[in-house]
């Protein structure tokens, strides 16, 4: 299970690197065209986010990663079954 975790992790710090790469590749004529019209500067914040994707902290989760190998994570069981069960049952009423 900790692999599948790391391999998670992974894909996403590829993605990451892969948007970066993007970001400094020339540009194509689809896109210097896109640049031209009027409407290319209006782009909402959400818009701006959703194009460079989630920020990933890589400092993090390469601590994160060192204290799951080392078997120095903490993990509250109980705590994340009551998490899944609130995000699966409906409100109880009362």
Same mark, same amino acid.
């Given at each position: ?25 020339? $540009? ?26 989630? $920020? ?7 601590? !994160? ?8 994570? $903490? !993990? ?19």
């Amino acid at each position: 299970m900790i692999k599948s975790v790391g391999q998670g992790t992974s894909a996403a710090i590829e993605a990451a690197k892969l948007r970066e790469s993007t970001k400094t590749a020339a $540009p194509t004529k689809a896109s210097t065209d896109a640049a031209r019209s009027p409407t290319a500067n209006v782009a909402s914040p959400t818009a701006r986010m959703a194009a460079q994707g989630a $920020p990933i902290d890589t400092a993090r989760i390469e601590r !994160v990663k060192a204290a799951i190998a080392s078997g120095n994570y $903490p !993990v509250d069981a109980e705590g994340i079954a009551e998490k899944m069960l609130d995000l699966d049952l409906p409100p109880v009423k009362h």
